[in-house]
C-alpha cells in the first residue's frame, strides 16, 4: 500500500511562497494521479490541484490558478506543490493524495485512496 507523507508547510507571510512536497514509497508515484488538497477549519476539504500520471496534465481550483503548480519526480517518488502569491485564506492544512480517478472526478476526495497525514500552512497578513 502506498504511503504519503507531507513536509514543507509553515508560517508565511501574504505574497510569500512555500513548496509542499510529498514523499511515497519507492515508485509509487509514476502509475496514479497526484493530487493536493486543503481544508480550513470548519470548511469542507478543498480540491487544490492534480497531475496526471499519462501525459502529465495538471488541473487547478480555481481558487491557487496562477499561484499554484503541481509537479512531481518520479526518480525521486515525490511530488511537489509550489506555492506564490500566498494569501491569508490559503491558510489551511494540505494534504496530498494518490488515486485513478476519471478526469469528472479529480476533483473529488472520496475518489482517491491514499493519503498523508497533511502539513499545515498558516499565512499571516
Known amino acids: 500500500q502506498v504511503q504519503l507523507e507531507e513536509s514543507g508547510g509553515g508560517l508565511v507571510q501574504a505574497g510569500g511562497s512555500l513548496r509542499l512536497s510529498c514523499s511515497t514509497s519507492?515508485?509509487?508515484?509514476?502509475?496514479?494521479?497526484l493530487a493536493w488538497f486543503r481544508q480550513a477549519p470548519g470548511k469542507e476539504r478543498e480540491f487544490v490541484a492534480a497531475l496526471r500520471a499519462n501525459g502529465g496534465r495538471t488541473y487547478y481550483g480555481d481558487s491557487v490558478k496562477g499561484r499554484f503548480s503541481i509537479s512531481r519526480d518520479n526518480s525521486k517518488s515525490t511530488g511537489y506543490l509550489q506555492m506564490n502569491s500566498l494569501k491569508p485564506e490559503d491558510t489551511a492544512i494540505y494534504y496530498c493524495a494518490t488515486g485513478t480517478p476519471i478526469l469528472s472526478a479529480i476533483t473529488t476526495p472520496s475518489i482517491y485512496h491514499q493519503w498523508g497525514q497533511g502539513t499545515q500552512v498558516t499565512v499571516s497578513s
Open positions: 519507492r515508485g509509487a508515484l509514476s502509475s496514479y494521479t
